[in-house]
């Protein structure tokens, strides 16, 4: 629903866009006429027609974001004739033709209508006239941006998530046909500009288009799509739900724009016991399955099934995948299913192959259900990472837990279900803590720290002289810092969801109090690792040093994941650490503890 709720807002906000004007003489010819009969239905038409064609641009979309797996080069092609449509007016106007050609036929036909009878189809003929002389212009951009992020492909779902943008335009042109011909006037002095824009974008589609074809840049699409989405989405979420959110956070939970920290509950009852919350939804919106065909709530009937949303760079998620995989491998003999729904939280966990890398590195053997769009985490009424749902060999869900913890207790749920379908002679004994790296367990105690993030939408602590300059390189510096503040040191460019390092010898200071130190970070764009060097308090770890570090501080940032810099032993206090990149170029998302 919030998705819908978006598009809506971003309709509306087409009344500053060049791209509307096309479309105002024909509303503004309206203005001295019954709204009901005359505008209202007109705007009604138009959204319709818009939506139909919109939905063709998003069909390209969903190719596009298909590409590394099926029909890539058709995708490229297709986008590329986007961007030459918007780089080139005439080859947009010869493509479009046949659309304004139908446009124009139907408003003639609508107006003489109109002269004869007094009925309501002659604006909604007008209407759909009008929509389909502004889809070309809008309906290619829209296609560009919304693929990937929002849209799955020709379904319902991107027929109605482009009617609800349509809707939006539609109520601000219903804005300006109050307003009348003035709004005309002022917005026709932005064409010049508007042009200038619509190319600009022609260029840039056409750009991604050759780094993708010469695989400069495998994860592009995925990477832009994902992020404006999520940041936006949650602002609307906070605003619509603030006495939401204060009860997540009286009940020491976190919303998913931040992993959970450990959540205790009490232990559950027997599974005969236990209530039914609900029905295992359908499966099929994963964009892509790894260790398994696609799986569906009917193939899976018979089967207790365990369910585990989680994210490859959440902390929360990795210290409790060992008790995942230890019961997907204790009890698979006695039909139990475990699966894994990889729901991301940066843009970098689209790309399949960083997932399939993840899934491999972890020796995660079970099904993941690569859940780009967010399908299966809306069917499942999921706000959380890591979380666990529990499904009866009936296909009903019959516990659920929210974050790291109570594992016993889970897996005493696993049993209960299990001899509740018949199964006998289940191994003994529960499953016991054996990680290492950051994969073990957290010590709470000494924790005071808590994640923090780098990019500027959701960055708290930020202590550098001056005033953060977004999105554009700045020199920063570093002076005394107080617990978990922190810093950056050398030219940064801060972004919404991280910050890069624009030269060499450039580094981040934070001040904390932890066992464990994770910093999530990425490699220069173009791929070429990052070496970095870590101290605390001004001195090389030693003993300290954390599972991709070396005793004197030394590491390489090569892929896009967590990384544990710190691991103390001995007593815990306030330490400043200070991670010093020698290569330009990388990219740090945020900060974790245990």
Same mark, same amino acid.
């Given at each position: 629903m919030i998705l819908f709720l978006i598009a809506w807002l971003g309709g509306i906000l087409t009344i500053a866009s060049p791209c509307i004007l096309p479309v105002l003489p024909f509303v503004f010819a309206r203005a001295g006429q019954p709204f009901l009969r005359n505008?209202?239905?007109?705007?009604? @038409?138009?959204?319709?027609?818009?939506? =139909?064609?919109? =939905?063709?641009?998003?069909?390209? @979309?969903?190719?596009? #974001?298909? =590409?590394n797996q099926y029909a890539r080069y058709a995708a490229l092609a297709l986008l590329a004739v986007f961007g030459l449509a918007l780089l080139l007016p005439t080859l947009a106007e010869r493509l479009t033709r046949p659309l304004v050609t139908l446009g124009e036929r139907l408003s003639a036909s609508a107006d003489a209508a109109q002269h004869g009878h007094a009925s309501v189809a002659p604006s909604l003929l007008l209407g759909v006239a009008t929509g389909l002389l502004w889809a070309p212009c809008a309906g290619p951009i829209l296609g560009v941006i919304l693929t990937g992020a929002a849209l799955q492909g020709a379904s319902a779902r991107t027929s109605l998530l482009l009617f609800a943008y349509a809707l939006g335009a539609a109520c601000s042109l219903a804005l300006a046909l109050a307003v009348g011909g003035k709004v005309f006037a002022t917005m026709k002095r932005s064409l010049g500009v508007g042009e200038w824009i619509r190319r600009a974008l022609g260029v840039a589609v056409l750009a991604g288009v050759a780094a993708i074809a010469l695989h400069l %840049?495998?994860?592009?699409?995925?990477? !832009? $799509?994902?992020?404006?989405?999520?940041?936006?989405?949650?602002?609307?979420?906070?605003?619509?739900?603030? $006495?939401? $959110?204060?009860?997540?956070?009286?009940?020491g939970a976190q919303p998913p724009t931040a992993p959970l920290a450990i959540k205790a509950s009490t232990a559950p009852a027997p599974a005969e016991a236990l209530p039914v919350e609900g029905t295992l939804p359908p499966l099929d919106g994963a964009v892509q399955w790894l260790n398994s065909p696609p799986l569906t709530a009917a193939s899976l009937k018979g089967k207790v099934v365990l369910v585990d949303f989680w994210t490859y760079s959440c902390i929360n998620c990795l210290r409790s995948l060992p008790y995942v995989k230890a019961w997907a491998d204790k009890y698979r003999a006695a039909g139990l299913v475990v699966i894994g729904v990889h729901a991301p939280e940066f843009a970098f966990e689209k790309d399949i192959g960083n997932v399939r890398r993840a899934v491999?590195?972890?020796?995660?053997?079970? &099904? #993941? =259900?690569?859940?780009n769009d967010y399908a299966i985490w809306r069917a499942f009424n999921? *706000?959380?990472?890591?979380? +666990?749902?529990f499904i009866d060999a009936q296909g009903n869900i019959r516990h659920h837990h929210? @974050?790291?913890?109570n594992y016993q207790e889970s897996e005493q749920v696993i049993r209960e279900l299990l001899t509740q379908a018949g199964a006998r002679n289940l191994p003994g004994g529960f499953v016991t803590d054996t990680a290492t790296g950051a994969q073990a367990a957290p010590d709470m105690d000494a924790m005071e720290s808590p994640e923090t993030y780098l990019g500027y939408e959701k960055a708290h602590g930020f202590a550098s002289p001056g *005033? &953060? #300059?977004?999105?554009?390189p700045h020199l920063y510096t570093a002076g005394p810092l107080d617990l978990n503040q922190w810093a950056l040191t050398g030219t940064w460019t801060l972004g919404a969801e991280h910050t890069d390092l624009d030269h060499a010898d450039g580094g981040i200071v934070y001040r904390f109090h932890a066992r464990d130190l994770h910093l999530v970070l990425g490699p220069a764009a %173009?791929? +070429? &690792? !990052?070496?970095?060097r870590v101290t605390v308090d001004g001195a090389a770890p030693g003993a300290n040093h954390g599972a991709?570090?070396?005793?004197?501080?030394?590491? !390489? #940032?090569?892929?896009?994941?967590?990384?544990?810099? !710190?691991?103390?032993?001995? *007593?815990?206090a306030d330490r400043t650490f200070e991670i010093r990149f020698l290569d330009r170029g990388v990219r740090a998302y945020s900060f974790t503890f245990g």
């Open positions: 505008g209202l239905p007109m705007l009604v @038409g138009m959204a319709a027609a818009f939506s =139909a064609v919109g =939905a063709l641009a998003a069909v390209g @979309g969903g190719w596009a #974001v298909a =590409a %840049d495998t994860g592009l699409l995925t990477r !832009v $799509s994902l992020a404006g989405t999520n940041q936006l989405e949650q602002r609307v979420l906070d605003r619509l739900a603030p $006495s939401r $959110s204060q009860a997540l956070a009286q009940a491999t590195d972890l020796k995660i053997d079970y &099904p #993941v =259900a690569i859940d999921n *706000e959380y990472w890591p979380a +666990h749902y929210f @974050g790291e913890g *005033e &953060p #300059v977004a999105d554009a %173009d791929g +070429h &690792p !990052v070496r970095f991709d570090v070396d005793a004197n501080g030394d590491g !390489v #940032v090569t892929e896009q994941r967590l990384y544990q810099l !710190v691991r103390q032993h001995g *007593e815990i």
